[in-house]
């Protein structure tokens, strides 16, 4: 945009201007949520049995114990 | 769900009411919703007003302020009253900002009176605080504004301010 249609637009009537600041308030927001929406977008369904490997991993583990593995780890 | 717009006029309506009230002496609306008066639209998120507080203890009056807007039946969150959805910002003076709430210049906005800081005021409160944005906020206004020069000297001068070099 050029100086002169910034000035311009600096030259509209208060009421008016606050009225596009407004427009402008909630073209942002509706950005920033499709912005704050976009990791789930981006997220892929993944591809084995959850239930399976998990108690693969986990059979006999307490939270307790994987504590433990976890401060051994540290 | 809040009207969508940018509720000035009930703004400018709790502000009288305060004033009304003696809670504080004077006040007028300064940041970014006031320099946009003075350029092109741009975002901004709150509505900040500057009052001289009629208490002049370390709260400044604003546990009364609080309370007074409370029984308006505005809401809070955090260091904002919420005005039909809107967030707005009770902010006391200190002297450069005491001295725009003085000198501010009466505006009607939907049928109410409100008051507004002058552009060289804001000029100068920007200098004074000197972050990026202000200094881009400045450059704004100097482009844009139509502004009294010798007045923006005078504040900036007094205050001990000069604006950013480009």
Known sequence: MTAEMRKKLAALPYA??????????????????????????????????????RDQLFTGETVDSLFEQAKAVE | MPEP?????????????????????????????AAVRYTEPFTTYDADVFFIPADTGLSA??????AHLEKLGHSFEREHTIIRGFPVQWLATHALTEEAVREALPIEF????????????????????????????????????????????????RHHLSLPQK
């Open chain 2, 61 to 66: 009056g604003i546990p009364a302020i609080y």
């Open chain 1, 16 to 53: 008016e201007k606050l009225r596009r600041v407004a427009e402008l308030i909630a073209f942002s927001r509706r950005f920033r949520t499709a912005d704050a929406s976009r990791p789930l977008v981006t997220l892929q369904a993944g591809t084995g049995d959850y239930v399976k490997i």
């Open chain 2, 110 to 157: 939907d049928g109410v009176q409100g008051r507004i800081f002058r552009a060289e005021h804001l000029i100068a409160i920007a200098a004074s605080v000197g972050r990026l944005k202000d200094r881009a906020r400045i450059e704004q206004m100097l482009e844009q504004a139509e502004l009294d020069r010798p007045l923006l000297d005078a504040i900036l001068a």
């Open chain 2, 5 to 33: 717009g940018i509720p000035l006029a009930e703004v400018f309506a709790a502000a009288n009411s305060l004033r009304a009230a003696g809670i504080i002496v004077d006040y007028a609306l300064g940041g970014a919703l």
